[in-house]
Structures are given as structure tokens and as C-alpha cells.
């Protein structure tokens, strides 16, 4: 699912980015901001970052398709679109109500391919499945960016735009190492998301790879969850009543976290740190809090809506984007895993999605 921010320190990639944030895709599309726009709706998720370049240019038809907004990071990603739209004068955005149907998904794409926008912003609910009308826009002369869920081909689009799912269960796993890497014989175990998507595989890979670098600290149980409130609930309660003592949890999404900690409140548990994942509104306030078990959540930033906005516009408007000396935007962007915590949570809390 889940996530352009720059924090108050930078980090390499390389290095353990324990609670830290490297500068990510929208530090380089607002490096040509002569202003800062307030956020006048009081919009979340990347709307108080500053647009890329408010000086008004070629006027842009920029359509959005993405998925049914099922979910808490899905509706910020639909919230993130539009408001950043509503930044930019020369911009005009039609938007699609989304679906999880693949044939009606396409069937919207194509509506927006018959009215000729300049440019298609589209989050597939399916990569593989929508592949092929990602080919046809491109082949109209209408360039795409892939928001996320990538095609299975370069040639459905003009850049792509997205998350680092491995990076999330890297810096998850670094994080909760650097806690415990003083306790012996330390005991984590993992609430992930479905595991039928490459994305759970990703997070689960990378916390895996963290955690070879603590010789001390042993995964001891793992479930996998769908990514709802309900499940999360249901799972962290068979984790607890199957061990009886464990040092941390990495919980791959916030919003199945708010039934984990559900579960974990009722089973009267306290003995044990637990990092999210995604970046939900809740989980920053719980983390702000700092009186229960979650002490950090891992980012997969719905604010990548927001950029591939501005990265529409540039694209309609033939130019390159602030920061880089090329005169095209790039062809791919992977937007950086942010640890917050309780240190740097309330730099973040603007971009909480509920």
C-alpha cells in the first residue's frame, strides 16, 4: 500500500537510518519554489510542502485513475492528488471515482484517453492486469505516470513514481535492532500485510536483511494479515497467546496496527516495543503520546500523489524539475522509507492520513 519530505537530518541509504529521512523526490520538485503556499483547506499528506513552481505556465489536463479508495493510504493518495492540483492555476485534473475492477478501471482510463488529456497520472489496482492500457495511452501520444503499482513495462510509461517496500522493512529492521541490540538473546516477531503481494514479500525481505546484522535478535513468529482493521485485530491476538514473551513487533500497516493494538490492550501487554508502517495520523499521535507499546512508525508516503502532480505538470509543460540539471523529468523515482518517532514525529504529523 504503505510512502516528498525532508526532515531535520540526512541520512545515505547505506547508512542506518535509525529515526532519520533522506531528502526524497519532493525536495528536488520544490527546488525551484520562489514562494511558499499556505494550505488554505488545511489538507494533509504533502499539501504544506511548497508546489515545485507556482509561476503560471502552458495550461495542463492532467486525468488520475487509481483504485477504490478502500483504505486509509488509498483516500490520502486520492486527497493528495487533488489538492495538489488545486495549488496550480495552469492545471486542470480529472479524476476517475477508482475501482478495484480491472475492467472497469481501464474502462475510466480509456474515457480519459478519448477526451485527450496532456497527461495520465495512474495508480493500477492490478500493474499487470493494466499494462496494456497503459501501452495504448502511450501509443495516443499521451504520456503516463505510473503512480506506484508498477506496469510490467517501461513502455506503458514515461516515468514512474512510487515507494520503497523493501526499504520499509529495511529501516524497520534497523530501527528495532539498534533498540535491542544490547538484550540477549532478543525476540522479535512480525504482523505483515497479504501475502499473495510482492509488496509484503518486499517489507518482509527487508526486515529480514536488517536483522542479519544482530547476531543477538531472532524472529520467532511471523502472520500475515489483509490490511484491515479486523484482521490485524484477529492476528496480533494469536501472536500474543502464542508467545508469552517477545522484545518487538513490526507491524507492516498502520491501519491493521489500530487493531493490534486493540488486541494488545485487551490482552493487557506492555512488555514490548512495536514500529508501523505506512504513516497513518493515529500512529503519529500514539507515537507523540509515547504511552503504550508503538513507539515508531516506517513511511510509505501517500504524498507520492502529490509529486507525481507536479511531475505531470512538468511533463505537459516540457520541462525539467528543480534540483537536476537534466531538461526531463526522470524516468523513475523511488521515494525514501522515513523513520518517525517520537524525535521528529511532529514534522511529519501534517502528513498523517486517517
Not at 510542502?49 to 509561476?55: G, I, L, R, S
Not at 496480533?236 to 507492516?252: E, G, I, T, Y
Request: aromatic letters at 6%; one cysteine or more.
Amino acid at each position: 500500500m504503505p510512502e516528498p519530505l525532508i526532515t531535520h537530518r540526512v541520512a545515505s541509504r547505506r547508512g542506518l537510518l535509525f529515526g532519520t529521512a533522506a531528502v526524497s523526490a519532493g525536495a528536488l520538485l520544490a527546488g525551484c519554489t520562489s514562494n511558499d503556499p499556505k494550505d488554505d483547506d488545511g489538507a494533509p499528506a504533502g499539501n504544506s510542502q511548497p508546489a515545485a513552481d507556482d509561476k503560471p505556465g502552458k495550461q495542463v489536463t492532467i486525468g488520475f485513475a487509481g483504485p477504490q479508495a478502500d483504505h486509509g493510504w488509498l483516500n490520502a493518495i486520492n486527497d493528495n492528488a487533488k489538492n495538489r492540483a488545486k495549488k496550480y492555476s495552469d492545471v486542470t485534473l480529472e479524476i476517475t471515482e477508482g475501482s478495484n475492477d480491472t475492467a472497469q478501471q481501464i474502462g475510466q482510463i480509456e474515457t480519459l484517453i478519448n477526451k485527450k488529456v496532456d497527461v495520465l497520472v495512474i495508480l493500477p489496482a492490478d500493474g499487470k492486469a493494466l499494462t496494456q492500457v497503459g501501452l495504448k495511452a502511450m501509443r495516443a501520444g499521451i504520456p503516463v505516470i505510473n503512480l506506484d503499482r508498477i506496469f510490467n513495462t517501461p513502455q506503458a510509461y514515461r516515468c514512474w513514481i512510487g515507494g520503497d517496500n523493501y526499504g520499509m522493512g529495511l529501516n524497520a529492521g534497523h530501527y528495532i535492532g539498534e533498540k535491542l541490540k544490547d538484550t540477549s538473546d532478543a525476540r522479535v516477531i512480525e504482523l505483515a500485510g497479504l501475502d499473495n503481494l510482492e509488496l509484503t514479500k518486499q517489507r518482509t525481505q527487508g526486515f529480514d536483511d536488517a536483522l542479519k546484522n544482530y547476531p543477538n535478535i531472532k524472529k520467532v513468529a511471523r502472520q500475515a494479515a489483509d490490511f484491515t482493521v479486523e484482521s490485524g485485530q484477529a492476528k496480533m491476538a494469536q501472536l500474543l497467546q502464542a508467545q508469552s514473551k517477545f522484545d518487538a513487533v513490526w507491524n507492516h500497516d498502520d491501519d491493521q496496527g489500530v487493531g493490534a493494538l486493540r488486541a494488545i490492550e485487551q490482552a493487557g501487554r506492555d512488555d514490548f516495543l512495536m514500529v508501523g508502517g505506512a504513516g497513518a495520523l493515529s500512529a503519529f499521535e500514539a507515537i507523540k503520546q509515547d504511552n503504550g507499546v508503538l513507539k515508531a512508525t516506517v513511511l510509505y508516503p501517500p504524498t507520492m500523489a502529490a509529486s507525481a502532480i507536479d511531475l505531470a505538470r512538468a511533463l505537459g509543460q516540457a520541462r525539467g524539475i528543480g534540483g537536476l540539471a537534466e531538461f526531463e523529468i526522470p524516468a523513475s523515482l523511488t521515494l525514501y522509507s522515513a523513520v518517525v518517532d517520537k524525535e521528529n514525529v511532529d514534522q511529519y504529523m501534517s502528513t498523517g492520513f486517517r
